[in-house]
């Protein structure tokens, strides 16, 4: 850059000094970076919001407090001492067009201030990045390919596009890294009977390593649906009456629970009795109150391994789909057709 850019502050609550040491990242490598004392002296204005009660509630009041006539940085303070502490995406809740972006952090007073966690150093790198590309390419950050006039043909048309893919990318690297540690596979439990915490059980081995699955209060919020039904009369009819119990909507994962004390009992395979195209996976396990749930056996070990691959593809799927909407959203799809087709 030719220029520092020059900030303005805003803290619209008590960060702890979290904006000092949000800055100091930011500046830290670079030294671009410059605070002033007035708005009308900014670049752009670097906004710090604590959420003291409601998110949105919150981020409304502070965009009040924020002056208007340059471009803001909103960077939402959420108080945790959790560094894996999951978030809602606040951009959604900003309604202030001149706010170009919008970051959530974490921040605690155990840790004075910023806590040390990836979502903290991908909001840093996120920032860092678009104000470094700022001057030159503007709030939108498109990455336009030449008009029709001036493609190149062939095969340099092709390296044009793969040129303007890596570039969009390596730009908004920060905001890929952020939402891949945000993007926590998010389960809705139904307990279609008494599973004796089998359920609670299951989840805790199924998360033991990855810690990437998190629980919500309802389908609507949920990437997928984690069903459990005990068996208490017939498989086939308690399978039936379990599905009418799951909502719709959303992919589920069926585990079906077989009242045993037998580590070595032999049970049918339940995927063959169920009939709803949404249900993406059915494993079958043992249970018994003898062992408080959950029975330690090669059978449920082999559920919960298929479970956690099923998972993990499903959390793989919707990030890589994350990355192409967000490549076909910078570079429009006609320019991409033009440059292989010519």
């Keep these: 850059m030719a220029h520092k850019m020059k900030y303005y502050t805003v803290e619209t609550g008590n960060t702890l000094d979290s904006h000092i040491q949000f800055m100091r990242r930011l500046n830290n490598t670079t030294r671009c970076f410059t605070e002033v004392k007035s708005p009308v002296e900014s670049d752009v204005i670097m ?14 009041a502070a965009l009040q407090q924020i002056p208007t006539g340059k471009d803001v940085l909103l960077v939402v303070l959420h108080h945790t001492f959790n560094p894996d502490y999951t978030v809602p995406d606040s951009s959604r809740l900003v309604t202030r067009s001149d706010v170009i972006l919008t970051v959530d952090c974490l921040f605690h007073e155990s840790q004075g201030g910023l806590l040390e966690c990836p979502r903290n150093d991908a909001a840093a790198s996120r920032v860092l990045r678009k104000l470094n590309i700022q001057p030159k390419i503007g709030a939108e950050e498109q990455i336009r390919i030449p008009e029709q006039g001036n493609m190149l043909t062939g095969h340099s048309g092709i390296l044009v596009v793969i040129q303007s893919c ?6 908004n690297l920060g905001s890929m890294l952020e939402h891949r540690v945000e993007h926590k596979m998010k389960y809705y439990t139904v307990e279609t009977g008494n599973t004796l915490d089998s359920h609670i059980q299951f989840m805790r081995q199924v998360n033991n ?7 919500v209060e309802s389908p609507v919020e949920s990437d997928v ?10 498989t086939g009819t308690d399978i039936e009456a379990a599905l009418q119990q ?21 049970v049918p395979d339940s995927s063959r009795l169920v009939t709803r195209s949404d249900v993406i996976i059915t494993v ?7 062992q408080r749930g959950l029975l330690e056996c090669p059978h449920n070990d082999a559920a919960v391994k298929q479970i956690r691959q099923k998972l993990d593809m499903t959390r793989s799927r919707c990030y890589v789909a994350w990355i192409l909407n967000f490549v076909m959203i910078h570079i429009p799809l006609q320019d991409l057709f033009l440059a292989i087709y010519l």
């Design 246 to 266: 799951i909502p719709t909507g959303k992919d589920v994962i069926l585990v079906v629970l077989h009242h045993t004390f037998n580590p070595d009992s032999t």
């Design 225 to 234: 649906i984690m069903a459990f039904c005990p068996i208490v009369s017939r």
């Design 284 to 290: 079958d396990c043992l249970f018994h109150e003898s």
């Design 47 to 60: 906004a710090f919001c604590p959420i003291v009660s409601r998110t949105g509630t919150d981020i409304e």
């Design 166 to 171: 890596v570039t969009v990318l390596w730009q």
């Design 209 to 215: 390593t990855t810690r990437c699955f998190t629980e």
